[in-house]
């Protein structure tokens, strides 16, 4: 059969189903909240209203008894909620924060608007999360809090970093902004370091537009986490705070219409990531044993949310580049993404390092030798963005057997076509 790219039949026609989750729940829920006229009940003054309106409160009470925290507080994002957890753990210039160089942006830039050091540390080849060993290897004196992603949804190995840093005070920030619906051993992603964040943004496994959620079991952290989202300057002292360590606030505060329809969500997030797994689960039995393809691995007793469906290639296996298998299934109309983001010491602002200010700080300061993110630092990161990684977004509510079919068969075509190539 002649390869789409070349010319041949593409094996699929017509687009994947999009992932659509917004119906009448929603609708019905925010024409509530627009009949009631108040569109956000928070002022950014100690009293009734600091912390937040009616669905806003609703939405904290129903996230926090379904992920079985003492606390969930909500923010605009799940940045928001990344940036006020790093300020409510206390980090601050002169600290170092562990974290992963393979996520979002976000996930790293919370230690620097802090002023604090973001330290790299290398990801497992096979979930793309930290690697604790090299994490173990990255911890100072400095060290104040290590931020793990569950990345792609699989949870990162908690207990391993929870074991690193027993007795030492570092504090374990949980980005599950990916990871809803994802468990370990029955407990919930986002509930497996000391301050865990969801996010709720329109490309996520549930949303509302834009939206975050941070959980924790410590009442302390949640009251700092509360301040920093609303003009925590403004309020101390009515509270009577007298810490007053990162307690300039910011507005992070999330409307009554993102709550309104995020309640609704919640209450779909099985129905959304069962699907997820069941076409995950479907591809990986279909996929056994493809050369050059190592489909997603879970570690035991993980369910994995599978915000997408992570694959690892190898040339040779596969008897061509990645860039060559990547063009020649997207031409059978089968959309693959190659690699994920570049590992993030790859960004201007680490290049140069130049984060706040002319002077360069936190990456210069003075007394301090100047930080710098040479090439090499990840090597694991650095190859799965460059040569292995592979991914599919198209697993979740909506896929039928015939899609995922027409995966399977336009890559065995791709695959096939290579093996004939070098044996004719
Ligand atoms: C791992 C990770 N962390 C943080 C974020 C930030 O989420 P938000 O867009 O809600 O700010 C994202 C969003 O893409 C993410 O994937």
């Not at 119906?23 to 024409?31: N, P, S, T």
């Amino acid at each position: 059969m002649t390869l789409a790219i070349d010319g041949g039949t593409p094996i699929r026609q017509r687009p994947f189903p999009e992932y659509r989750t917004i119906g009448d729940e929603e609708k019905r829920a925010v024409m509530a909240v627009l009949d009631s006229g108040v569109l956000s009940q928070f002022v950014g003054v100690w009293g009734p209203d600091f912390l937040g309106g009616p669905r806003v409160r609703a939405l904290e009470a129903a996230w926090s008894e379904y992920f079985g925290t003492a606390h969930a507080v909500t923010m605009n994002s799940a940045t928001s909620g990344l940036y006020a957890a790093v300020g409510a753990a206390g980090v601050g210039p002169g600290d170092e924060v562990i974290v992963s160089p393979y996520t979002m942006s976000a996930s790293a830039a919370a230690a620097l608007v802090y002023g604090a050091i973001p330290v790299f540390a290398d990801i497992e080849p096979a979930t793309f999360c930290l690697d604790p060993a090299s994490v173990r290897a990255r911890i100072t004196p400095r060290t104040k809090a290590i931020i793990a992603v569950d990345l792609f949804g699989h949870p990162a190995a908690w207990d391993e970093l929870r074991r690193i840093v027993r007795d030492t005070g570092i504090l374990l920030i949980e980005d599950a902004a990916q990871a809803p619906g994802a468990r370990d051993r029955g407990r919930w992603a986002g509930t497996l370091g000391d301050i865990g964040v969801f996010s709720l943004n329109y490309h996520k496994t549930i949303h509302c537009g834009e939206g975050g959620v941070v959980v924790t079991d410590d009442d302390r952290l949640a009251e700092r986490l509360q301040l920093i989202r609303n003009h925590g300057e403004a309020v101390v002292k009515a509270k009577g705070e007298t810490d007053l360590v990162n307690l300039i606030g910011f507005n992070y505060r999330m409307t009554e219409i993102e709550a309104a329809i995020a309640l609704e969500q919640l209450k779909k997030l099985e129905e959304l990531v069962v699907p997820r797994v069941r076409a995950a689960d479907y591809l990986t039995a279909k996929l056994a044993g493809a050369p050059g393809l190592t489909p997603p691995a879970v570690r035991p007793d993980v369910r994995h949310g599978y915000y997408v469906y992570a694959l690892r290639f190898d040339a040779a296996g596969a008897g061509m580049t990645r860039g060559r298998f990547a063009d020649a299934l997207r031409a059978e109309g089968i959309p693959v993404n190659v690699g994920y983001v570049e590992p993030l010491y790859r960004q201007p602002m680490y290049r140069a390092g130049i984060g706040f200010g002319r002077e360069g700080f936190p990456f210069r300061q003075p007394g301090r030798p100047t930080v710098t993110y040479p090439d090499g630092l990840c090597p694991v990161a650095e190859r799965m963005h460059e040569r292995e990684l592979l991914y599919f977004t198209f697993c979740h509510a909506g896929i039928e057997r015939a899609d995922l079919d027409d995966v399977v068969a336009g890559i065995t075509k791709v695959l096939e076509h290579a093996r004939q190539a070098v044996t004719a």
